[in-house]
């Protein structure tokens, strides 16, 4: 309810966001307490909200570690392996910290989001060492020989998996634009914090274990071996009835498929934050003081909702600097909101309120849920580019594109450009009578010109120091007006030298017409863009393939192209590039797994567990509500490296087993029983390090929420059905015994 002054400020690129709110903030307390009355409120600040959003993933990256070490002590009932691996986290995360220091990244959401859902691999190379050497050690092989002979039993499987999950990054570096930008960081920080645990699971842990596990191993549990020998009679059971199983997983796959017809699309996940926009437009002629009571009243009805904190206000264009969804034009009203930290009710819901609020008031108010998050990148609502050369018709067509566009469901909020037009007049000469009255178009363009010009500044005057513009203005400045211009009258000199005048009204035709307040080009073609925005619960993608089928039965004039732009088309775009990344991730994966394997067979029935992997991660998302986005996709990416360990793990013990000189079918069997308590450590660490972004906690969790539903619905998926498609797989592509000469040579 006070007057006052709002400061902007911008920092320099170099300079860090919340070092520099913090300073400002600081400042603004120092001086509050220096001059009484004075009073400085913070109406945005965009460090407030880096600092919340990094203190959420921050808490998610230390309660998935404690999450993970959980699950080790679980199913190994010994506290002495549970910390030779829980001190491989903190390592593996101070040797990637540093790597991305000397690699110039800066702790933001997506590293420190790449740090929370590597924070559960970092433990797997760990385990599956760990394991191995305790599971020696229970067979009763000495402390020193279990250490080494069980790091190098595993040493080329995970070496292989670490390269597998590592390489799927690699491709970003062939993608353009936003995601590019985006997801460099995450790709780097879990490609650093995995080679990481690599070097620390091949050196530290056997060397640790040496020590810790000299005394008497402890016995294995007698819940998990009744479950190891249950997974064995289910997986000979599998063995014998291929058929089943592996139409039961194509029928799953199926369904997954035919969500992705009817699921929705987003650019990015919309985040709460902090702070909203709102802007305020009165009628047309309303006067100052309307206008500043108009404003009083919508701030008293904001502060009426429990969640805002404070509301600040700025009329006038000026307002636009501050930024913001929800930017007022020129002569309107900029609101500023800050929210209350904690809140129960989400920057949507505010909105909405807003809007229930103000909507009996004589103003147009628009509302932009939040100015602070990275949604805000990708734009919102529907936009149609038309392109043409005829004003007229480009405005015409746009009339009738508005008109489809209200027809589709879930629109609102229409507006077609045409609405900033003016009314212009316009002097279509006939050429045949200009001639017959011996003029050109040029001299009738420049008669008519120069009579309508009114004034014209010729000079300038030097006095006392002061320089003054001489205008010289026409006779007839006055005379003409829209009505009378056709009699306006040009002397035309005959070719005897006899001169008559012409009256402009006989030789053109004179008619107004409305012109786009500008004229906006595209690859030298005009073009108008018709935008509407999208009622609350509706997806933009899901109303864009809508819009698309309405526009398939439009025909526009000849030379005119009607196209979807906007958030779509950048989704369109975005989603394209990571399904080039996750197929050339494939082609990478199976690459190293053939040097891995020396063999093309293997590799290849690994690879039918990331269809697994998909198809989990597609029906959790599609369970959850949540829509494919851009970063669910690049949780499809990780899955893609995750996924195929496990089954790395287990075809090289197979192998291992069949070159000892074991049968086949008893080589899976043994594979399964020995490897299935690693194989669900590893899933579980990943899985519960991952749960509580999934679960959406905290500040910007939104942000990576989608890739971590996509992960944990995949690797949960394709660790159960690995565990029987894979062996079934095996069975049946390898018909040939393994020979010894292979691997050596």
């Known amino acids: 309810g006070n007057d006052g002054i709002i400061l902007i400020f911008q920092k320099q690129n170099t300079a860090s966001t919340t070092g520099v709110t913090g300073k400002i903030s600081a400042l603004g307390a120092e001086l509050s307490a220096q001059n009484e009355g004075l009073h400085i409120r913070m109406l945005m600040d965009q460090g407030d909200y880096i600092n919340l959003s990094v203190y959420s993933v921050i808490q998610n990256l230390l309660i998935g570690g404690a999450l993970a070490i959980l699950v080790l002590f679980f199913f190994l009932l010994d506290a002495r392996p549970t910390l030779v691996i829980a001190l491989s986290i903190p390592l593996s995360l101070m040797v990637a910290v540093t790597l991305m220091y000397f690699t110039n990244i800066s702790l933001n959401i997506i590293s420190l989001s790449g740090l929370a859902l590597g924070v559960g691999m970092l433990v797997d190379n760990s385990i599956v060492v760990m394991e191995n050497i305790y599971r020696l050690r229970g067979e009763g092989i ?203 009710l989400t920057n949507r819901e505010v909105e909405r309120l807003i809007h229930e609020k103000t909507e009996d008031l004589d103003a147009e108010i628009s509302v932009s849920a939040s100015d602070m998050d990275l949604s805000a990148l990708g734009g919102s609502g529907i936009e149609v ?124 035709e004179i008619t107004e017409a409305l012109t786009p307040g500008a004229i906006a080009r595209e690859n030298q073609s005009r073009r108008v863009t018709v935008r509407a925005s999208l009622d609350e619960g509706y997806n933009i993608g899901l109303v864009s393939r809508e819009l698309e089928r309405e526009l398939a039965g439009y025909t526009p004039p000849a030379g005119f192209t009607v196209e979807i732009a906007g958030e779509n088309e950048m989704i369109t775009s975005a989603l394209r590039d990571i399904v080039l990344m996750i197929v050339l991730a494939v082609i990478f994966i199976y690459l190293i797994m053939v040097a891995q394997f020396q063999s093309l067979l293997s590799p290849f029935i690994i690879l039918f567990t990331l269809p697994l992997a ?30 195929v360990n496990n089954g790395i793990v287990y075809v090289d013990y197979v192998n291992q087993l069949r070159l000892g000189g074991m049968d086949k079918k008893e080589a899976l069997l043994e594979a399964g029983s020995a490897r299935l308590r690693p194989i669900i450590m590893t899933a579980l660490t990943t899985i519960l390090a991952m749960s509580t972004i999934a679960l959406g906690i905290g500040s910007g969790a939104e942000m990576t929420q989608p890739m971590a539903v996509v992960t944990i619905g995949g690797l949960t998926y394709a660790t159960l059905l690995t565990l029987l498609v894979v062996p079934l797989m095996y069975d049946f592509l390898h018909r040939r015994p393994l020979r010894r000469i292979e691997i050596e040579e």
Not at 255 to 277: C, H, N, R, W
Not at 457 to 464: D, H
């Open 614 to 643: 998909f198809t989990g991660g597609l029906l959790l998302l599609w369970v959850s509500g949540l829509d494919l986005s851009v970063t669910a996709m690049l949780g499809f990416l990780v899955l893609a490296g995750i996924v």
């Open 142 to 344: 000495a402390v020193h020989r279990a250490a080494v002979g069980g790091a190098r039993q595993v040493g080329g499987a995970i070496f292989a998996s670490t390269l597998t999950t590592i390489c799927v990054f690699l491709p970003i570096v062939f993608t353009q634009g936003l995601s590019r930008q985006l997801f460099t960081d995450m790709g780097l920080t879990i490609a650093f914090s995995l080679l990481a645990s690599l070097a620390v699971a091949l050196t530290l842990v056997p060397t640790m274990a040496s020590t810790v596990l000299a005394g008497k191993p402890v016995k294995p549990q007698k819940w998990f071996a009744a479950l190891t020998r249950a997974y064995r009679r289910l997986l000979k059971w599998s063995l014998k009835h291929k058929a089943p199983v592996m139409i039961a997983v194509l029928l799953l796959f199926a369904l997954s498929v035919y969500g992705i017809t009817v699921m929705g699309t987003a650019f990015l996940p919309e985040m709460d934050s902090s702070q909203m926009s709102a802007a305020l437009t009165m009628p047309e002629g309303s006067d100052w003081e309307e206008t500043e009571a108009m404003n009083d009243l919508v701030m008293a009805r904001i502060l009426e909702i429990e969640a805002v904190e404070s509301v600040g206000a700025i009329v006038g264009s000026s307002g636009q600097a501050m930024g913001g969804g929800g930017r007022a034009a020129g002569g309107s009203t900029s609101f500023y909101i800050m929210l209350q930290e904690k809140r129960s």
């Open 385 to 508: 580019l038309i392109r043409g050369d005829d004003l007229d018709l480009l405005a015409a067509t746009a009339e009738e594109v508005a008109a489809l566009i209200g027809e589709t469901e879930g629109t609102r909020d229409i507006l077609t450009g045409n609405e900033e037009s003016s009314t212009e007049t316009r002097i279509a000469i006939n050429r045949d009578a200009a001639m017959r009255e011996g003029l050109t178009v040029a001299q009738i363009y420049q008669e008519v010109a120069g009579r309508l010009a009114g004034k014209l500044e010729s000079t300038a005057l030097q006095a006392a120091g002061d320089e003054y513009p001489v205008i010289v203005i026409g006779a007839h400045r006055d005379s003409h007006t829209r009505d009378n211009l056709g009699e306006l009258a040009l002397t035309v000199t005959g070719p005897e030298g006899t001169e008559k005048e012409v009256l402009l009204g006989d030789i053109a």
